[in-house]
C-alpha cells in the first residue's frame, strides 16, 4: 500500500467515525426529544442524588437538553444553568477540530493562547466543582442552581 492510499484509508475511516458519531447523536437528540424525561422515564437516575440528595454538576441535563430542544431556553436554564452556557463553546470548539481535520486547506486560524490552553482544563474542573458545590446551598440565590420547573 503507498503512502498515499494509506492516506486516503485513514481519511475514510475518521469519516467514517465522525458519520457514525453524528448518527448516533442525531438519534439519541431526536429520542430525547420524543420523550421527555419524566421519574418514572426510562433515563438513568443521578446517583450521587439517589443516594446522597446532593444535586452533581450533571443533574439535570437530559431535562435541560430536552426543554433546549422545544425552545424553552429559560427552562432549560432553571433545570442546569450551566449546560446551555457550555454548549456553545463545546460545539465551536469540536465543529473547528474537526473542519481543520477533515479540510486543511481551508483551516480555521483561531487558536487560543498557549497560556490559555495551559490553564484550560483547570479552569474547567474548577468551574464544574464550584457549579457542583454552590447548587447544593440550600439558600437563595444558590438554590436556583439546584434543577427546578418555572412557575
Not at 37 to 47: A, E, G, I, R, V
Not at 125 to 141: C, D, E, H, Q, W
Request: net charge positive.
Amino acid at each position: 500500500m503507498t503512502e498515499r492510499q494509506h492516506i486516503h484509508q485513514r481519511r475514510f475511516v475518521r469519516a467514517s467515525l465522525f458519520g457514525g458519531a453524528l448518527i448516533l447523536i442525531a438519534f439519541g437528540l431526536f429520542f430525547v426529544w420524543l420523550h421527555p424525561p419524566t421519574d418514572d422515564s426510562y433515563y438513568p437516575k443521578c446517583t450521587l442524588h439517589k443516594y446522597t440528595g446532593l444535586h452533581c454538576p450533571g443533574c439535570g441535563l437530559t431535562r435541560s437538553v430536552f426543554s433546549l430542544l422545544h425552545g424553552e431556553v429559560l427552562q432549560a436554564l432553571a433545570y442546569n444553568l450551566l449546560w446551555p452556557i457550555v454548549l456553545p463553546i463545546m460545539v465551536w470548539g469540536i465543529g473547528t477540530s474537526l473542519w481543520n481535520q477533515f479540510f486543511p486547506r481551508y483551516e480555521v486560524n483561531f487558536r487560543l493562547p498557549s497560556a490559555l490552553l495551559a490553564v484550560w482544563p483547570w479552569v474547567l474542573m474548577i468551574t464544574l466543582l464550584a457549579f457542583g458545590i454552590l447548587r447544593n446551598i440550600p439558600a437563595y440565590p444558590f438554590d436556583l442552581l439546584a434543577p427546578h420547573e418555572l412557575k
